[in-house]
């Protein structure tokens, strides 16, 4: 019998099978204990596993890392959530010096087993250090793995893919998709092995690839059935996993259409989005039939609510991209 889950739902789920299963899985952090989180996604763990298991911290986002240093450290997997995207700044330090070096600088005696759950990006009408896209901070850091799911079905595997994985992760949620609904075998999906580190083919295609990951995959979705109205055939890749990334997948898709827009709400500048350009173009070059375009947020600050449709990636604006990839040369 399929279930019904909302994005914010799988996660939820997620915790708590994880929870469940492993009793060294403890979840922290600002408003996730009776409250359940800003976004619900801690709903009732509290109450189902107790205040030790999930817990209320301080306003003090490197506290909260430090001390989920201090766990994984001795035994335990916590799972932290960081409030909104931009909150996670003041643990950045401790993310870079410590989270990500840690077992290198203990030859692999000191595993860090720990995840960092972060809501990220825009879309839902939020003020400054809501709606910053921080994965370039992140991926560009040796030693974390960074993840962003962009279906339910994801949300819910990748999350307890992620708490079981030796390492510490950077799970990235897009906000705009926690209201998100499909149709799901949940009893299924619970016995389905991961996929860390690999990309999906979200629509076949043949003219041009649309690469994205997170919250602009169902923006490109919606491009390439726009596209496919004015019969054009346009591929989209989920590349879900950006630290590792899987390169054999993406660049099979270029290979195959000849053509390659890269989508991403962060600004382009020294973005993930630059680097995925740059691995396509070194991989798939003589098989490329233009160069390799971008479709990014600004290079500004996020902006006020009531502009944001301005800054992040559209139908149209991927469609304009589409349009400029040398077609008179086919």
């Excluded at 509290?46 to 890392?65: H, K, N, Q, V, Y």
């Excluded at 600088?105 to 709606?131: F, N, Q």
């Excluded at 860390?196 to 629509?203: C, E, I, K």
């Amino acid at each position: 019998m399929g279930t019904t889950l909302t994005f914010a739902k799988a996660l939820n789920t997620a915790l708590a099978d994880e929870m469940e299963a492993d009793p060294t899985v403890v979840v922290f952090g600002e408003d996730v204990g009776a409250l359940g989180g800003v976004f619900r996604i801690t709903d009732g763990l509290t109450a189902r596993f107790g205040e030790e298991r999930c817990f209320d911290t301080p306003l003090a986002e490197s506290g909260i890392m430090g001390m989920a240093v201090g766990m994984a450290m001795n035994g335990l997997r916590p799972v932290v959530e960081m409030q909104f995207d931009a909150f996670a700044y003041p643990a950045f330090e401790q993310v870079v010096s410590h989270v990500a070096k840690m077992p290198n600088r203990t030859c692999g005696k000191v595993k860090l087993p720990l995840v960092i759950r972060i809501p990220y990006a825009g879309g839902i009408g939020g003020v400054e250090h809501h709606c910053d896209s921080s994965e370039s901070y992140y991926a560009h850091t040796p030693g974390l793995t960074v993840v962003s799911p962009a279906t339910v079905p994801d949300a819910y595997t990748m999350l307890r893919e992620a708490i079981r994985h030796p390492d510490p992760v950077v799970f990235l949620e897009p906000k705009k998709l926690y209201w998100s609904k499909e149709d799901l075998e949940l009893e299924a999906l619970r016995s389905t092995a991961g996929s860390f580190g690999r990309a999906v083919v979200a629509r076949e295609g043949t003219d041009a690839t649309l690469i994205t990951y997170g919250p602009s995959v169902a923006t490109a979705l919606n491009a390439a059935a726009a596209a496919a109205e004015e019969g054009r055939s346009l591929e989209v890749v989920d590349v879900r996993s950006i630290v590792p990334f899987d390169d054999e997948t993406v660049s099979a898709s270029v290979r195959k259409t000849g053509r390659a827009v890269v989508i991403a709400e962060a600004p382009g500048f020294a973005s993930v989005a630059s680097e995925i350009v740059a691995r396509v173009q070194e991989r798939c070059f003589h098989s490329l039939a233009a160069p390799v375009l971008r479709v990014t947020g600004f290079d500004i600050p996020y902006p006020a609510p009531k502009l944001e449709h301005f800054y992040l990636p559209s139908v149209d604006r991927i469609l304009d991209a589409v349009d400029a990839l040398q077609w008179e040369d086919a």
